[in-house]
């Protein structure tokens, strides 16, 4: 009995296989995913900023609902911003790239005079209307990512020579990233500095000028870190956060109680104690702690595991697309939203520094939310450029259509 079991089970692990093989060879299966992928995290994200913002927003504005709200309108503005980019034609688009580019070079430059907003000791918002701010950084890596794709794209025949590869890019690419860093904002820098040595790579770069270019990255950033004694007192709590329990050490060791706390199952979604004030930031950037302590180990590792099939989608389609910039646009977004969460869950579980940087999709904040919704669009976009994607898709609106 016991031996057909066992044999039972490769041939279940077998169909299994076949399934997922046969759901993947369709030609709208990465577009399917992107869409819903996104449709999951976002949804969890809202639920999530309800659940871990609610204490904060009674105390503070004495409205439970006052931040996801503020998510919300951020989260239907993303959304429009996503269907925008899938109806629109893929060159119409890429002439927006440079106007844009600048558009967000002079957004970061205002931030440097008096309209600039100093939050958490970044200088890196602007103020818009009825309260609400933006932060120009975050669109900075969306527009980077598209802008380096159409330049790319427009010179790949030159691409063997590495002269080419790095200029313009890599003076654009590294003045933004500068700005940002005089921002005061090395988190961001950081998830840009990832996104310039991605590109680098999927150029096809050689090897020893990507050593280079990582070396003088590594350089860069321990400097920055050396010269702010807030980012070496970071440094110093990363080490050792007990040294200083209710000071700098203070929300990695709340995070930890999170966790523990949380277990395997959760302590029931609402039920944290950290969102009570203990745990700084709770639905922001260390959101991923509420996360682990009401969902528990298995809510937390289902999130990771959503976002590493993210990933592999991003890549299939940089592999797939048949259009070049399709190929660098969804390469370039995979690399941000990829490394940007694996920063934060770094952050968060105690395996780098504390750096303010949200969870994509899953973290408060409008100008991260906008941004990440209007990449994904692309993303998509760029998945209806697969063999078959786009008759596949045509097809599809017109049954809807005809019903």
Not at 21 to 35: D, G, K
Not at 299 to 316: C, D, E, K, P
Request: glycine share 10%; hydrophobic share 55%; aromatic share 8%.
């Amino acid at each position: 009995m016991s031996e057909s079991r066992t044999s039972t089970r490769p041939r279940r692990a077998s169909a299994a296989m076949e399934s997922v093989r046969q759901v993947l060879a369709r030609p709208l299966a990465s577009y399917q995913l992107v869409l819903g992928l996104t449709a999951i995290l976002l949804g969890l994200g809202l639920i999530m900023v309800l659940s871990a913002s609610s204490v904060f927003a009674l105390r503070t504005y004495g409205d439970s609902f006052y931040i996801v709200t503020r998510q919300v309108i951020f989260a239907g503005l993303g959304v429009v911003g996503f269907l925008i980019v899938l109806r629109m034609p893929m060159d119409k688009l890429r002439m927006l790239i440079r106007p844009v580019l600048l558009i967000v070079v002079v957004l970061i430059v205002l931030t440097f005079t008096p309209l600039g907003l100093e939050v958490n000791g970044n200088r890196n918002w602007l103020p818009l209307f009825g309260g609400f701010n933006l932060q120009p950084s975050e669109l900075a890596k969306l527009v980077l990512v598209l802008w380096i794709a159409d330049l790319y794209d427009r010179r790949h025949k030159y691409l063997g020579t590495p002269r080419y590869i790095l200029t313009p890019m890599l003076p654009v690419a590294g003045a933004v990233s500068a700005m940002v860093v005089a921002q005061d904002d090395l988190g961001t820098a950081l998830v840009l500095f990832a996104v310039i040595v991605g590109m680098l790579w999927v150029a096809g770069l050689p090897a020893r000028y990507m050593w280079f270019l990582g070396l003088a990255i590594g350089v860069v950033s321990v400097f920055f870190v050396a010269t702010a004694p807030h980012r070496v007192t970071r440094m110093l709590s990363f080490l050792d956060p007990t040294a200083d329990p209710e000071g700098a050490g203070h929300q990695s060791i709340k995070a930890m109680m999170a966790f523990a706390r949380g277990g395997f199952g959760g302590v029931g979604l609402g039920q944290s104690r950290q969102k009570w004030g203990a745990l700084p930031e709770a639905h922001n950037d260390f959101i991923l702690a509420v996360i682990g302590e009401e969902l528990g180990l298995a809510g937390t590792l289902v999130l990771l595991a959503l976002f590493v099939m993210l990933g592999f989608v991003g890549f299939r389609i940089a592999m797939r697309a048949r259009d070049r910039f399709a190929r660098y646009t969804a390469a370039g977004i995979t690399i941000w939203l990829l490394s940007q969460a694996i920063i934060n869950v770094g952050m968060v579980v105690g395996l780098l520094p504390v750096i303010g940087i949200p969870l994509p999709l899953i973290s408060y904040g409008g100008s991260s939310l906008l941004a990440t919704l209007v990449g994904l669009g692309f993303l998509a976009k760029c998945a209806t450029t697969e063999p078959g994607a786009a008759r596949a898709l045509a097809t599809s609106r017109r049954r809807k259509a005809a019903v």
